[in-house]
């Protein structure tokens, strides 16, 4: 089955948790042990995040020790960097919209579009919005951020995603950001999108996961969570409240 349409199936039943991991936050083996557990637990799909700094071989072999400890699907997202993962189920083909520099929109994009339609690899894309702080991803991505109360600004990004044709529509506060999208700016973004929204960043705990949930995102990205002790507790926790 293609991963949109594995997406699209567990939409109807719900909301999609995706566990993220990050290659430079641990190495491979224990990267493959957090993707068994965030599976044990109840994750739809992981995405492996090569962060600013990768190198190739660490994301590979990243890559490579999740595949074999998940069989959940397995996705690349790529984040400021030029190491790139082409043997994951799919590929998010992410135009992070809110960028100044036209590289992280379509430059970097065009440098690898025509491996993906040849090596015949799955491609989702995704409108990408960075929302304060933003964190190192702001940073990175060159981003006017959108400030955490400028709603209209979300809304603008998300509807041309949405007419540019994009299949997803992603507000990211921030790997590491303290707290969460506004739940205000998530539900307005969701009244006047037709496309599923996927929302990352800053999302520690049940409360937060049930409130992005009941503001309307679709899909809901959690990372920082697995990066300490007693992980698996608060990732249950979290899926518990999404499937409320």
């Known amino acids: 089955m293609k991963i949109k349409n594995y997406i699209e199936e567990k939409l109807k039943q719900g909301a999609v948790h995706v566990t993220l991991i990050d290659p430079s936050r641990q190495a491979p083996d224990a990267a493959g042990r957090l993707a068994e557990t965030a599976q044990e637990v109840g994750s739809d799909l992981i995405f492996v995040g090569g962060s600013s700094g990768v190198t190739q071989k660490t994301l590979s072999e990243t890559a490579t020790m999740v595949k074999q400890r998940a069989s959940i699907p397995v996705l690349f997202f790529p984040t400021g960097t030029d190491s790139v993962s082409l043997n994951l189920d799919a590929f998010l083909f992410l135009s992070l919209l809110n960028s100044r520099n036209s590289k992280f929109i379509s430059g970097t994009q065009s440098k690898i579009s025509s491996v993906l339609k040849r ?5 989702l894309s995704v409108g990408y919005i960075l929302i304060e702080p933003g964190m190192k991803l702001g940073e990175i991505g060159e981003a006017d951020l959108v400030a955490r109360d400028n709603f209209w600004q979300a ?3 998300a509807l041309t995603a949405q007419y540019m044709g994009m299949s997803y529509v992603y507000l990211e506060a921030g790997n590491g950001s303290a707290q969460p999208v ?4 998530i539900r307005a973004v969701k009244r006047e999108v ?10 520690r705990t049940a409360i937060d996961a049930r409130r992005v949930r009941q503001a309307g995102a679709d899909i809901v990205v959690t990372g ?9 507790e608060r990732l249950r926790s979290i899926l518990s409240a999404l499937k409320d």
């Open 224 to 232: 920082t969570v697995i990066e300490a002790a007693g992980y698996r």
């Open 119 to 123: 090596l015949e690899v799955e491609v």
């Open 155 to 157: 809304i603008g990004y």
């Open 194 to 203: 037709g496309v599923p929204l996927i929302v990352g960043g800053g999302i």
């Open 182 to 185: 506004p739940a205000g700016m």
